[in-house]
């Protein structure tokens, strides 16, 4: 088992569940009601996700091998077509399914409660994936080669529009069973008190996912419609704020699920909780109030926007979300750090932090998640996110270097992590090659690491992003890149190897513990880390929440490093043509 | 417990290290804000997004008497027009070139007018690494002044089709004034 239960930590619940006669079970883990409803379409839509990440991950090693200038593996057409694919199924499918799964999960486990709707579920479930077949299908015939944004005027197959628009309505289902499910448990009565934070979380990321989803709408109809006749146009400014209205809020979508899945890995793996309940829900909150403004992001070089409008929107108004990132990137960690001193591991600085459960899969790819995140993701963000620090990033790969370090370095990294309880726990699956298992979020988060920072640099050089040739061969005015941007492309390509690498090796050792894993059912799961008994016996205090030097310290350096890029990144736009 | 629900009582100002680190990611959110309009002031460079509404048809016509009235050269079958320092010059994207190279001194500042007339196209201006969206329908305005002279290269890198990466173009900047 994990420490959980041998921590004794998880009292036991008190009010009563609403769930009809056997239709729940009880983990034999951690003792939490599981819906036998709500557990099935957690698996189908976790196995649909992992599906939706082998065809992103075929993609991205094509991708990968495509822009490593060394091997420049398809031709331009394949490469357009694959990259269409691998920005649809990775941050499409495969996020929105897992997202789906994570909210059937904690809406019901966390409250006690039965899912709202099987029926709901059902329909939402067949719509995102016959919505997903028909876009990969409208891709790879070849008709729709207008990568993931299809930009107006360029011209899709109608059913390319018409598929996202199935997934966009069936992960609103999901999420309209979410919030039912969230309104039957208070009536009934589930729970008492306020929600638990990583259902507060999760709500928070449902209610961004309404307007996500709304602002998809607004953008594919049109497009489709125009793309069968019915419409003469579509303003391609317009088309624009309102498909970043869905492209980028929906990040913050994956931010919001991807930090409750922290709260929830912390305390399913150390047993940690919140320093302060207020700071943590607040800290929600402004993802709430503020993220719906994010668009701005993808136009700050864009014509017919103006300075004030792009300054205050690309802020998030004054960086009120960037502020709550902040505040989870400090009470995370803490909460590990108080938990794991009160278990009397306090030597030194970061003695909490070697003595961690880092042979739990979960924990460490949490934990690798939170500091790639941070570290790569968070900083990049803002200083890519500067309205005029932006001139010198737009379009290069500056932005997906960025990108890649959140949405897979961040949230991809943190749900494969939990990918290690939800099998054992909800598939009753125990994973094979446990040395493995232990090793891939490793693989896969240094790989990513290094493809980021080769991208990132690469884009500081001018290598534009969605381009298959840096070499410009055939161009009427030869050009090219100063051959550091050669070195960075190379580094590019072998993380990108070395990502895709964790990537397909998660998937074997998924497909392997669910179809033929060994069954755990009325056992619990077998513990990932035995504790090693605390170097040192707890004293009064350990428990002391405000406690945190570790984490004060690691903080600072994420400071340093943030206004040390920050303001290099201010001196190098100095340096370049006047303009206005 | 995050997966629990909290105690009736937990409501409560934050305090401690958490109150520290709150505190100084506010004032660093501050200071990140307050750049921005500093900037826009004070700085050199900035996107303003001037822009006016006109049809492919109209910027195609006003480009071609750009060129008629400007030309100075010809290099690989290109024109080369030279605008007036501190006069207007007009860009045109299309699948798949830049059109038509601009010639600028260095020091003087140019009213350069960019739009498409068929996809959406990004300018990208290297090895500087200056970027901007243009769009069809929008007539997008860069008031420039170079700041060094040389050949300076514009790429593609908003998405165009199968030539995409085939869409080069040129800026020549002269050190001296005319």
Known sequence: MTTITADGVLPARTPAGNHLAGAVRSCETTGLPLCAVSSRFVRWHAVAAVVFLLIGGIGAILLALTRWPAVHLLNPPWYYRVLTLHGLNMLIFWILNFEVAILYFVGTTLLNSRLYSAALAWAGFLLMIAGAIIVDIAILSGTSDVLMTSYVPLLAHPAFYLGIILVAVGCLLGVINFFGTLYIAKRDGTYEGSVPLVVFGATAAAIIAVVTLLHGAAAMIPAFLWSVGLMDGVDPSWYRSTWWGLGHMSQQVNVCAMVSVWYLIGTLSVGSKPLSETVCRGAFLLYILFINVASAHHLLTDPGVGAAWKIWNTSYAMYLAVLASMVHGFTVPASIEVAMRGKGFRRGLFGWLTAAPWKNPAFSGFFLSLVIFGFGGGITGVVLGTQQINIMAHNTLRIPGHFHVTVVGGTTLAFMALTYYLVPLVFRREFPARVLCRLQPWIFGIGITLFAIGMSFAGSYGVPRRHWDVEFSGALFATGFDSGAHVMLGLMGIGGVIAATGLFLYIALVVAAVFFGRSNAGAGMEPWHTERS????????????????????????????????????????????HVR | MSIHSPPEDWFEAPSGAERVWIGIAMIWCLVM????????????????????????????????????SHKVGEVKGMPIAEPAPGGDAYLLARMWQWYPVLKLRKGQTYRIHISS?????????????????????????LTITPTSAGEFSIVCNEFCGIGHHLMTGQILVEEQAP
Do not use: C
């Open chain 1, 534 to 577: 605390g170097g040192e016996v707890a004293r009064p205090g350990d428990e002391d929440e405000h406690h945190t030097p570790g984490t004060l310290v690691l903080t600072g350096i994420f400071l340093l490093s943030f206004v040390v890029y920050y303001f290099a990144n201010w001196k190098w736009l100095s340096d370049v043509w």
């Open chain 2, 33 to 68: 804000f307050i750049a921005m309009p500093y900037w826009y002031f004070f700085g050199k460079q900035n996107s303003t997004g001037e822009a006016y509404r006109v049809t492919p048809a109209a910027f195609s016509a006003r480009v071609n008497t750009f060129v008629e």
């Open chain 2, 117 to 141: 007339t068929d996809l959406q196209h990004g300018f990208s201006l290297q090895p500087l690494n200056m970027n901007f969206q243009i769009l069809p329908g929008y007539d997008h305005v």
